[in-house]
């Protein structure tokens, strides 16, 4: 039996409601290139997936090292091995499903040749070693966010908004509801049925979503902006597989992005944080509001599927919007590694604490382990459901069906 501390992402699978770049919209409205037109937006946000699963558990594996920890596996996926090879009694893997990772250690295995009073076997080194062992992935994730954001300010800049009244339409795909009804890429959306937006807000790109969402087959009233005009366009929805309405458009919030550059490593470094403290406040908020809201937002939690569908828009739109897609993918795995759930490194944590408030008396070995083991159960059960469902609703599936 192996003992895991990396089991991961978002992805059993909590993804923040991305706020960036252009993708302030529901993917229901978002009509997305297929797979074969975006691959390289495909590759490169897998990638970025990817990476980050790796950054976490190199975490949790080189704290190990470091201290003289045995380690007998670090693995990239669950379940069965794609591909493997074996180093320094370390072996490494590919697996076939996406949702996360895993450092494995020798602590039970009676197979490894390890005696179970070794010293260097994770379960006996001091609670602060393991701590320090287990915290260790999401401490990687948040200096990998923060160099990601350093990099950013360096090459492209600090991106500095500018808001403006109602919802930007950025592109109208052809033959939809709203091409049909007279959008065009770049009107801004000023009201819906009388009533106008404000500056654009957190809320502002769902209210419009929600408006068409609720209008199947019905018309909806828009005042839009065009150049220097104004005027309203009636447009009537599709209806969708779900009963929704949907108008074939991408939205996002009216802004006008600037570019400001450091003067040297000093403001680059505060730039840096500050663009760092904001993500880091957004996915708390979202996270906040997921579990305090979650008959609302649960449709909003993302398995792998949808975040790599997102991460091929970002990728296709600007090079901001990747990095800032890397920075919030790291800090969202921080913040969830963190609860103490089940197979999760807050689970383990919170079992050390227990340790700790018991005198440094474990918790009988198989309590420990049905414990972990209900937890990646859990955690898998729940991102095959997500790849599922947002596999579903990828708009080339949907054609298909």
């Not at 000023?190 to 769902?206: A, H, I, Q, R, W």
């Not at 005042?223 to 074939?248: C, L, M, S």
């Not at 490593?265 to 997921?290: H, I, M, P, Y």
């Not at 972990?372 to 790849?387: A, C, N, T």
Request: glycine fraction near 8%; include cysteine.
């Amino acid at each position: 039996m192996k003992a895991r501390t990396g089991v991961e992402v978002g992805f059993p699978s909590l993804a923040v409601p991305f706020n960036f770049s252009p993708l302030d919209n529901e993917i229901e409205l978002m009509n997305t290139e297929p797979i074969s037109g975006n691959r390289t937006g495909w590759f490169k946000s897998s990638g970025v997936l990817t990476a980050i699963i790796i950054v976490h558990e190199s975490g949790h594996f080189l704290a190990a090292y470091l201290q003289g920890i045995h380690v007998s596996k670090f693995a990239v996926g669950f379940g069965p091995i794609l591909a493997k090879f074996s180093a320094n009694n370390v072996e490494y893997s590919l697996r076939a499903f996406p949702l996360g990772g895993f450092v494995g250690f020798p602590d039970n295995d009676p197979e490894s040749g390890i005696p179970v009073d070794d010293e260097n076997l994770l379960k006996n080194r001091p609670i602060l070693d393991r701590v320090i062992v287990i915290s260790a992935g999401v401490v990687a994730n948040i200096v990998f966010a923060f160099v990601i954001i350093f990099t950013q300010v360096l090459s492209v800049g600090l991106p500095v908004q500018d808001a403006f009244p109602g919802v930007l339409v950025p592109e109208v795909r052809a033959l939809s509801a709203a091409s049909r009804d007279g959008l065009f890429p770049g009107d801004v959306i000023l009201s819906v049925n009388g009533n106008e937006f404000p500056k654009t807000g957190p809320n502002v790109v769902s209210e419009l979503v929600n408006a068409i969402k609720k209008s199947p087959k019905r018309n909806v009233l828009l005042k839009v902006a065009r150049g220097e005009q104004q005027f309203e366009i009636g447009v009537t929805p599709d209806e969708n597989y779900d009963g929704t309405g949907k108008i074939g458009v991408q939205l996002s919030p009216n802004v006008k992005i600037s570019k400001v550059l450091p003067k040297n490593l000093l403001e680059a470094f505060r730039f840096t944080a500050k663009e760092f403290w904001g993500l880091s406040c957004n996915v708390l908020d979202s996270l906040k509001q997921t579990f305090f809201n979650f008959s609302q937002t649960a449709s909003k939690v993302s398995g792998p599927v949808a975040i790599i569908a997102v991460g091929a828009e970002v990728a296709r739109s600007n090079i901001d919007g990747l990095y800032q897609f890397a920075a919030v993918l790291n800090i969202n795995l921080a913040v969830i590694n963190l609860l103490p759930l089940p197979a999760l490194d807050g689970g383990s944590l919170a079992l050390i604490l227990i340790e700790a408030a018991r005198g440094g008396r474990k918790l009988p070995l198989e309590v420990e382990q049905q414990i972990m083991s209900s937890g990646i159960m859990l955690v898998l059960l729940l991102g095959l459901f997500l790849i599922v469902r947002d596999t579903l609703n990828l708009d080339i599936i949907k054609d298909m069906l």
